[in-house]
């Protein structure tokens, strides 16, 4: 009899002990996701920019962050509005609240990045100066990135916009172009890939530096000044979130800069000093 309950006893503390492990493990796996986070980039330099702020935020924080790499300027922010996302890094802010009031999603800047200055390049011309009446221009598709050349072009006196602080200007804003411009709006990752066969294109550093081009030889370009800082965006409401704020800690850090520097070589001027 005693011998009996002995092994019910024993049976029943092996019980007990499973269960608290197995509870104490889910706890564990719950507490893991919670310290891992998915941030969108876009594939080439920026993802490799990105990569030194997710060891930093490892060795710092304890804080896993999984990259997700994108080629287009759409999907992360809806990837980001829809939760496969928790933040992005590849946008400035016009670009971000264009998205917001054209798609009504609820996103917000957590903190700065660089600034990645758009240039206007040219393998047939050596200056804008040589640019003939009636040259092809190329410029980005979206919205806010158009706006950026046309700016630019506003500035240097090749045309004359009916508001030049208009952050969405489009060729349709022009009201002067005394050069006969044509004007030609293509998807920004494809700019590179026409430049040969127009006069003047457009191209935003992201494409610009793996496609070879670098900002010195731009016939235009953007200094620091240029109100494009890009930014960390995430949900609305997530921007004290902890893991957010040591994303936002890590990425701006040296390390991150003097990675920047590297890879473009003057061409990401940080927006967080």
């Known amino acids: 009899m005693q011998a009996t309950l002995t092994r019910l006893l024993g049976a029943a503390t092996l019980v007990g002990t499973l269960a608290t492990t197995s509870l104490l493990a889910g706890c ?3 507490d ?4 891992t986070i998915k941030v969108g980039t876009m594939s080439g330099p920026e993802s490799e920019v990105m990569e030194v702020a997710v060891q930093i935020a490892k060795e710092r924080y304890d804080l896993e962050v999984e990259i997700v ?21 590849f946008q400035h802010e016009p670009y971000l609240q264009s998205m917001v009031e054209d798609r009504g999603y609820e996103l917000a800047v957590a903190g700065h990045t660089f600034v990645y200055p758009i ?3 040219s393998e047939k011309h050596d200056s804008i100066e040589a640019l003939p009446d009636g040259a092809i ?15 630019l072009m506003h500035n240097a006196g090749l045309i004359t916009l009916d508001d030049h602080e208009n952050l969405e200007a489009t060729p349709v804003n022009v009201v002067e ?14 700019l590179p890939r026409v430049l040969p066969d127009v006069d003047l294109a457009f191209i935003n550093n992201t494409f610009a530096q793996p496609a070879g081009l670098h900002l010195d030889d731009a016939l235009l370009k953007e200094g620091p000044e240029s109100p494009y800082v890009n930014i960390i965006a995430v949900r609305e409401g997530d921007q004290d979130r902890e893991e957010i704020e040591q994303l936002v800690s890590a990425y701006q850090s040296e390390e991150v800069a003097a990675k920047a520097q590297e890879l473009f070589d003057g061409g990401a001027v940080p927006g967080w000093k």
């Open 28 to 30: 564990g796996n719950d």
């Open 137 to 151: 221009v190329a410029l980005p598709n979206d919205p806010t990135n158009g706006g950026r050349a046309m700016i």
């Open 32 to 35: 893991a996701e919670s310290r």
């Open 177 to 190: 172009n005394p050069h006969d411009f044509q004007f030609r709006e293509i998807e920004a990752a494809q």
């Open 119 to 121: 240039g206007a390049y």
């Open 69 to 89: 790499e994108f080629t287009d300027y759409v999907s992360p922010n809806a990837a980001l509005a829809d939760g496969s996302l928790d933040a992005n890094a």
